[in-house]
């Protein structure tokens, strides 16, 4: 299963959420009922019939419109996505720049999964009241995902543990788990309200200035309390379904996601460790936070032990010796399962990216990514990562000078070192980018330039957008007047005297992308057809045409060979010739194609992909643009390294 037929299932699992969301609300709907012709019963003189419709509906419209007024008020609290989750926990969002040891080891190990997968580095949040071993991942895309850590994870587990642990929560961002299980969050708070709604009228019953205004023949208050009663165990049975709802959707995804940390790590002991600790912990995995119920969902191992009692049924997550049972019997490529749960991790580890030396792993260093793939496993590879990636990353970032590590660290620097990578071009060109930066900044600014200039002129290829990606975190610490001053200069250095270049395309493709606000919601259409949305994918495909292709009828035959790929491309005109694109009319194309459902982007890629393969003779700069186009589209693309 692949990154689009994931989203899908994502979207699936959403109908299953609402048929099992129906079916609790009827539960507690025929509970109230049965209240309501209890009381009416009570209160008669004579017989009253069990089945009453005018009081069946308006106990129905009362309770959904309950229900329905608390979810809405739960999604809009989640507007902003993981964020508010975090936050809501008692998270404390790190800085990425950070000099704390424990922290910064966090960071990294995150940015290294974020580097190796293709995803934006996400933000990071510390539960630092939490002694207990947990993480979770949450947002509605890879582009506003958060990750949060309990310090237990700090403080408990190795490198190797936690980077199993982040494995796991990185297979949730990458297989839509995420957006589903923030609809969950506002879907069940429905179904809590009244429980929670019960239990304060309750409390407040009881706090309300004792007994000088409340006494046992006070009908009134009795009326209340008693419906707060009645709430609070109608209620309940909210939270049961809640949990039953919660168990259905996500225990499955839990063991996909651990067994996809092993395939990112190629190593079993990470996550087989982590999972253990859990088990001797007397914390274990518990999570404190009153919010910990409604969000139990999301975390990396049972939040809240709270129903344990009623079984299997009510769990969020797998028993731990399941989870453990099953990694045993999960493949691990390239190594045996022996060499690597004999991988032992020790006080010496590296903390940060192999910033400050080497890491232990079971990753054999000469493994290398694909160079060259073909049109499938492109799109195979989109949404995952594996090891060889990850090594290759921290193979990267530990070999970098001095002057660049610093880049990665400080915000001014790490826009230099951009500016650095924009001016890679002819010499006339790079003439009038340095006049540019001079007249911009100053002196200074070209002499900063011109020295980190010498390392980045020698980069591998492909090399310069990882390089790029892991300059982001630093950049988005720019005040905002210095971040639209950058990203001003950004764009000039790529078209110099208004001409674009396209070998800097990739380059602000990604950046645009990367520093934009990433809060909302992605809105995809429904729309099961590409006929809306042709001219746009033919602008596209003209883009990547054009930059593999010296000769116009070798471009136009790579052209068509992507167009034959799209869904109803027989209903279409074939071009005859290159159509004539601009760099806005790329951006308007590459914006409304955002917006696409994940089928058709998957069309969209493959198309895209099709394209660029068209002569089986991949090129750097051909891949670099290839991937910067497909992560534009909110899809994970993976370094392709030598």
Known sequence: MNFFEHQDQARRNTTKLLVLFGLSIAVIILAFYGVAIALLTAEATGPVALWRLGVLFWVASGTVAFMAVGSSVKMAQLSQGGHSVARGLGGRQLDPLTTDPTEQRLVNVVSEMALASGTPIPAIYLLDDEPGINAFAAGYTPSNAVIGVTQGCLEQLSRDELQGVIGHEFSHILNGDMGLNLKLIGV??????????????????????????????????????????????????????????????????????????????????????????????????????????????????????????????????????????????????????????????????????????????????????????????????????????????????????????????????????????????????????????????????????????????????????????????????????????????????????????????????ILRKRLSDGSAQSTGTTTDTLSDRWGDALTLLALLARAGHTRPEDALYALKLGLSQLPGAQKQPSPNQLPSISSADINASLGRLEQISPKLKQAIVDACAHTVLADNNVTPAEMGLLRAVVITLDCPAPPFLK
Not at 257 to 269: G, I, K, L
Not at 398 to 424: M, N
Not at 481 to 492: I, K, N, W
Request: with cysteine; hydrophobic share 45%.
């Open 188 to 509: 069940i708070h429905g179904l809590l309200l009244i429980y929670i709604t019960g239990r304060m009228i309750l409390r407040l019953g009881y706090c309300f200035d004792g007994s000088s205004r409340r006494s046992k023949d006070d009908k009134g208050s009795g009326a209340i309390l008693a419906a707060a009663l009645a709430m609070l165990v109608i209620g309940y049975l909210g939270v049961l379904g809640g949990r039953l709802i919660k168990s259905a959707v996500s225990r499955e995804r839990e063991f996909l996601a651990d067994a996809a940390a092993v395939q990112y790590t190629r190593n079993p002991e990470g996550i087989a460790g982590a999972l253990r600790k859990i088990g001797q912990l007397s914390a274990g995995s518990t999570v404190s936070s009153p919010m910990a119920e409604t969000a139990s969902h999301l975390f990396f191992g049972e939040a809240n032990g709270t129903l344990s009692f009623l079984g299997g049924w009510f769990a969020t997550h797998p028993p731990l010796r399941e989870r453990l049972r099953r990694l045993g019997q999960v493949p691990v490529a390239g190594a045996s399962l022996v060499e690597v749960l004999s991988t032992s991790s020790t006080a010496a580890e590296s903390l940060v990216m192999g910033l400050q030396g080497s890491t232990k792993t079971a990753v054999r260093q000469e493994a290398t990514a694909i160079a060259s793939p073909s049109a499938g496993q492109f799109i195979t590879a989109l949404g995952t990562t594996d090891a060889q990636r990850l090594t290759q990353v921290r193979s990267l970032l530990t070999q970098l000078p001095p002057a660049v590590k610093a880049a990665l660290q400080e915000p001014s620097s790490a826009a230099d070192l951009v500016y650095a990578l924009l001016v890679r071009t002819k010499p006339a060109r790079q003439a009038q980018q340095i006049e540019y930066l001079t007249a911009t900044y100053g002196p200074d600014c070209k002499q900063r330039v011109g020295q980190l200039y010498n390392y980045v002129r020698a980069l591998a290829p492909g090399q310069d957008l990882l390089l790029l990606e892991a300059l982001i975190p630093a950049l988005k610490q720019l005040d905002p007047e210095a971040g639209q001053q950058f990203m001003q200069t950004a764009r000039a250095l790529s078209q110099p005297g208004g001409q674009l270049l396209l070998a800097n395309y990739p380059l602000q493709l």
